[in-house]
């Protein structure tokens, strides 16, 4: 089962790292008009008008001619966002991975977004097939065949680019009015909770994904880390998720040492780690593989809010 779990923790932080590399440089694109139309949105900008024309998170122009009735999924993030648009009924696909809301359960599974079920995909006959990162040529090739339109809507590295994203797909679905209240709710519960902690005192934070993989800079995590009045020991690191050695931790010394791996047994078991601040203190954070807690900061999804929130509440309890 230990095996297991390093497995899926090695694969989670493969697709953050690819996800990353993809859309470091990426943001949800404007819509663009296609030959002959004047306008993609009515005038009060609640409303898709169809044909519409826009650009993916990867930079490719896709035509949709009417709003989407069927629906694949193979990105956890973009499965909750889907449903916390209003367009869960119609997703009829979706990777292993998205378990989030409880409607998940009664949605056919089409394998996961290393291996996806091209033929299942395929046979379930969906309009569009949303995905994280691009997929094997093999398989968008085939997918492209049968005529189905292939969306990358890439894992964001900030806040901000998860609010867009949520605004992007609403457009898509044609529910541009209940995607921009959802960003309207959630930037008030942004500012309440970064309101709480501006006057804290800043924290020095590790952030720990497994055998000292960590969070670097531009990064979903470091960038949560930012608004909450943290410091992210490893945001001077030069890749993403970077291995941090034992004297790295110890030097850097961290008030606050967060898990999403590691046990609190294990952390405190590490005889190195016993002058750090964190481990002295008793200030480590455990968020168990497979808790929700764990997939929210593991997701760059509508459940945001709540993610920052449990690491304004870990990194500055006393403001809460």
């Known amino acids: 089962m230990k095996t297991l779990k390093k497995v899926l923790i090695l694969m989670l932080v493969t697709l953050m790292a690819f996800t990353w590399t993809a859309c470091s440089n990426d943001k949800p694109q404007e819509e663009s008009t296609g030959e002959g139309n004047t306008t993609t949105e009515s005038s009060d900008g609640t409303e898709t008008i169809y044909p519409f024309t826009f650009k993916d998170t990867a930079d490719n122009e896709i035509t949709l001619e009417k709003t989407p009735e069927r629906i694949v999924s193979v990105s956890a993030s973009i499965t909750e966002t889907l449903f916390a648009v209003g367009l869960g009924d119609q997703i009829v696909g979706r990777d292993e ?79 541009q009015e209940t995607a921009n209240k959802l960003v309207e709710d959630l930037d008030i519960a942004r500012k309440e909770i970064t309101d709480k902690v501006k006057d804290t005192e800043e924290k020095k934070v590790f952030v720990d994904l497994q055998d000292f993989v960590s969070v670097g800079a531009d990064t979903f995590i470091d960038s949560m880390l930012q608004e909450i009045n943290a410091v992210n020991i490893a945001a001077d690191s030069d890749t993403a998720w970077p291995t941090l050695t034992l004297e790295k931790i110890v030097d850097a010394n961290p008030d606050v040492y967060i898990s999403l791996y590691p046990t609190v047994e294990e952390i405190k078991g590490n005889g190195g780690l016993q002058s750090v601040a964190a481990v002295e203190n008793d200030n480590i954070v455990y968020f168990p593989w497979g808790t929700e807690e764990n997939d929210i900061l593991s997701r760059s999804g509508p459940r945001v809010m709540k993610g920052l929130e449990f690491l304004a509440k870990a990194i500055h309890p006393e403001a809460f």
């Not at 569009?128 to 969306?151: H, R």
């Open 97 to 175: 991975f998205s378990n989030y809301p409880e409607e998940t359960k009664e949605i056919e599974v089409v394998g996961n977004y290393v291996e996806p079920n091209t033929e299942l995909i395929i046979d379930l006959e969906p309009e569009v097939l949303f995905v994280s990162s691009p997929m094997p040529e093999d398989a968008t090739q085939l997918i492209k065949a049968a005529g189905i339109k292939t969306i990358v809507i890439s894992d964001q590295t900030d806040v901000d680019g998860v609010l867009e994203n949520i605004q992007l797909i609403g457009k898509i679905g044609n529910v």
